[in-house]
């Protein structure tokens, strides 16, 4: 039996589509509040409406089934409207987060041969409209002009099927440039229905969405996918500070959010120098994921906020972890959780891919139901980032308990985890060796009681020239990358240090960074 035939037989691929869970939510919540959004609100009925007319205007334009548009918007209600409609056509989003700028956009258009851009217009300072010229080809389509796109939808095309690509979604990856992750209808929804029930959402939950959309961690563990399904509230957070999201949890008695630690520590900082604390009453869980979070932050969760921690860990690629929220609380403080399906396959090995002793630290690799077998027209990358017999190699640093329960120790990748937003270094140093003062370039992670890990940029500059960190910050940003990527730190040397077969070697780069720190 294929893996294809066993996820059917045990009920993990259903055969419902995106578009199908949408209709499911609109037949028995129709009249409910979907959607919260500043002083907007848009009932199951509104949204099914506007998304079903929405795909009539894009049809008229001639996007059709396969069809690749980058979807580039922040956390507003139009960002539901258009996914839902591009479901509805069979055309894929591409999922593009509100950070990124002109180098990251121009890649994804063309790199998927996109026929659209489905951007915004100036959100948190920035013109998204600029971005037209790296969108090249493909029809800039800004959120304020879809009201005129709406169209009469009785003339729609059949829809997709589950088993076929629902969307292209971008990994965080160690290499280069993003590479893109093909999901269907059927496994992702298997992960988005799993994880609201393991989340025990209800029609009574109200998920407070203060990361953006477009992230896998909000948008399906459980995420806002995962609160249509069970029928409950989706409320917007334009912005994650304490003195936006807090007063939005006492008025619209917030019962779930998830957030990355960097902001956990700093709700938490905030609450407790409070002389008159907040209304937290609704809240019940705190979701916190994107990066390990420490112990000691963990511990103050409950004591602080009133709320239950839920630890989660996963990848865009596949597998989700959780701790539940009846664990215990060494295993909710300590660990990041257990997979969500029993046909979740863990193996944990050395360098050499041969099993470690349970409990032993070792290289993550994984297989199941809602895994994928490899990235999106990237052949040669998949021979290395997955096994011959379909385990994805995750990149991370586990241990596997007895229990069943994970604890991440780190990254074996190069690719740095900057408060939950994932760098490729590679990707970084290409740009920077661009610059006409750089000989080489070599970027690594370093230590951050509050972001986890930022960014250092060891540089080797060409002889005679010289190098600052305002310098290269102002090129970079002038290439048009996102913000979140550019170097926090820089370094300039006269020479890398290298391992025995000649490679830069980053473990005593970030010696070096701990001896300066030190000295």
Known sequence: MSFEDLYRARGYWIGQTFDDLLQAAFDKHGSRVAIVDGDREVTYAELRDRALRLAAGFHGLGIGKGDRVVVQLPNTASYFEVIFALFRLGALPVFALPAHRAAEIGYFCSHTSAVAFVTTGVHEGFDHRSLAAAAGTARMIVDEDLAS????????????????????????????????????????????RESADICRLTPDSVYLAVLPVAHNFTMSSPGVLGVLHAGGRIVLARRPDPATVLPLIAVERVTITAVVPPLAQLWIDAVAAMDEKPDLSSLQVLQVGGAKLGSTVAARVEPVLGCRLQQVFGMAEGLVNYTRLDDPDEIVLTTQGRPISPDDEILVVDDADEPVERGEVGHLLTRGPYTIKGYWNAEEHNRTAFTADGFYRTGDLVRHRADGYLVVEGRAKDQINRGGEKIAAEEVENHLLTHPAVHDVAVVAIPDAYLGERTCAFVVPRPGLSLTLPEIRSYLRERGLAAYKIPDRLNVVGAFPVTGVGKISRRELRAALRSLKEG
């Open 149 to 192: 796109l709406y169209a009469d939808p009785a003339g729609l095309p059949d829809g997709p099927s589950a088993d076929e690509l629902a969307f292209l979604q971008l990994s965080g990856g160690s290499t280069g440039l993003p590479k893109l992750i093909p999901r269907t209808h059927d496994d992702y929804l298997y992960s988005v």
